[in-house]
């Protein structure tokens, strides 16, 4: 079969490399893809929203599943194009994808339903909001109603910060349109963990649980990222702890969507906090987690096209998936001046000698080739990932194909997977 996969990142650079190992597979394309994703498959030159070019290349090359990885495809409609025109796409249809595309949505939709959230308020008013903040207090997290590549929640330690954060926000509108409303909610204490399932919005089928790390610097410290790396299993998701994300959320959420006349299929990914043993949303993506699928597709031992496909097509009760047993870790190595203005085009060395490594795989995020070498083309460049016989051994693993890893400027944190040394199932 053939395969499109839409997206230029380690997220769509896993993807690809997973459908790969599938005996189901004989051409996989990717638009627009990256400079890694080019070795394993033909990177068209397509952005992601720009679905009308998209579905035309789908039918002229007879594409036999599509599959999404960015959100904002999703929120623009370019499921409900591909199945208006009979061509299996997996992932959420544009209503069902409010649930990452508004915040707001998220958020009333869960009180509506009972899921465990923060207490909340959404304005459209930025005085109202300033009120409110005065009111309420600080610690605050602001949130931008749309998408923001996930650099729209700012935790604000102070009245002032909130406020001035609001004002970038709603008046000089850094998020564009995703600032016409924000969401106001209260600080919440915890561990923080990523949980992800397959679903065809009757099913639901858990993947490996995962823990992502936000902030640019080790500690958690500095301004949130889209993701400095990820490692799984998450310990603190015990397997108490997971019965009761499957019961107390992602069940409600599907149920709740369902009845209101939204079939959601595809993957749905909550972001949690864990206080006093008690999941807590934070917030829901309608796509795979980047970083946080890359170290869970490495465990996946199972083939990822039969699951995509039983999604597709409502009949995932039908499949069960296999993981191996060994923990993976991902470190995120970005360019220097990420998540603001970045320096492009280093040459980066030592990849070969990375890769060489046993049970490494480097996911391509934000790379390109320039005179026969790979090059920095983004802020999150390469996403290193390996896998090993406990967390602690991952770790080890993955820094030292960080270590030889090298370019003008490079950036990641020293730190990701240590909190997963310090929790016990």
């Known amino acids: 079969m053939k395969v499109l996969v839409i997206g230029s990142g380690g997220r769509e650079h896993a993807l690809v490399w997973k459908l790969a190992q599938s005996t189901k597979v004989r051409k996989i394309f990717c638009a627009p893809g990256n400079a890694g994703i080019s070795t ?23 594409v036999d599943l599509t599959v999404i990885g960015p959100e ?24 069902a994808s409010q649930i990452e595309g508004s915040k707001a949505f998220a958020k009333e939709l869960m009180r509506r339903y009972g899921v465990p959230t923060a207490e909340f308020r959404v304005f459209s008013s930025i005085r109202e909001a300033e009120e409110y903040i005065r009111l309420k207090g600080a610690p605050i997290v602001v949130k931008a109603d749309g998408l923001a590549a996930g650099k729209g929640v700012i935790v604000a330690n102070t009245v002032d910060d909130a406020i001035n954060t609001l004002r970038l926000i709603m008046k000089e509108r850094v998020f564009g349109e995703a600032g016409n409303r924000v969401v106001i909610e209260e600080h919440l204490q915890g561990e923080e963990a990523s949980f992800m399932v397959f679903t065809d919005g009757k099913t639901i089928l858990p993947m490996a649980s995962s823990q992502d790390h936000k902030r ?6 500095g301004p949130n990222t889209g993701g400095m790396g990820a490692y799984s299993p998450a310990p603190v998701v015990t397997r108490r702890l997971e019965k009761k994300i499957m ?22 990914y909550a972001g949690l906090m864990i206080s006093d043993g008690e999941p807590i949303v934070l917030e829901f993506n309608a796509r795979f987690g980047d970083p946080e699928i890359q ?17 597709v097509e409502e009949r995932l009760s039908e499949v069960d998936i296999e993981w191996d047993t060994r923990a993976a870790v991902c470190v995120v190595m970005a360019s220097e001046g990420y998540p603001g203005k970045y320096r492009k085009g280093d040459i980066i060395e030592g990849l070969s000698e990375s890769i ?7 996911f391509h995020a ?14 999150r460049v390469l996403g290193v990932t390996s896998l090993g016989m406990g ?23 020293k730190d990701i997977g240590r909190k997963g040394l310090r929790i016990k199932d």
């Open 295 to 311: 170290p869970v597709i490495v465990k996946m031992k199972s083939d990822i096209v039969p699951v995509l496909e039983s999604v």
């Open 247 to 268: 019961n107390n959320i992602m069940a409600p959420v599907i149920r709740g969507l369902r009845s209101e006349g939204i079939n959601y299929k595809g993957v749905l």
């Open 391 to 413: 967390i602690k051994t991952a770790i080890e693993n993955t820094y030292k194909a960080v270590s030889k890893i090298k370019w003008e400027g490079v950036h990641y944190r």
């Open 216 to 221: 640019l610097y080790d500690n958690d410290e």
């Open 366 to 379: 934000g790379t390109e080739i320039k005179d026969g070498e790979f090059v920095t083309a983004g802020g």
């Open 72 to 95: 904002l495809p999703l929120t623009l409609g370019i499921v409900d194009a591909f199945e208006k025109e009979r061509l299996r796409i997996f992932g959420p249809n544009r209503r």
């Open 356 to 362: 060489k490594l046993d049970n490494v795989i480097v």
């Open 40 to 62: 394993i498959a033909e990177c068209i030159n397509i952005k992601p929203d720009n679905i009308e070019d998209l579905l035309t290349f789908a039918k002229y090359e007879a």
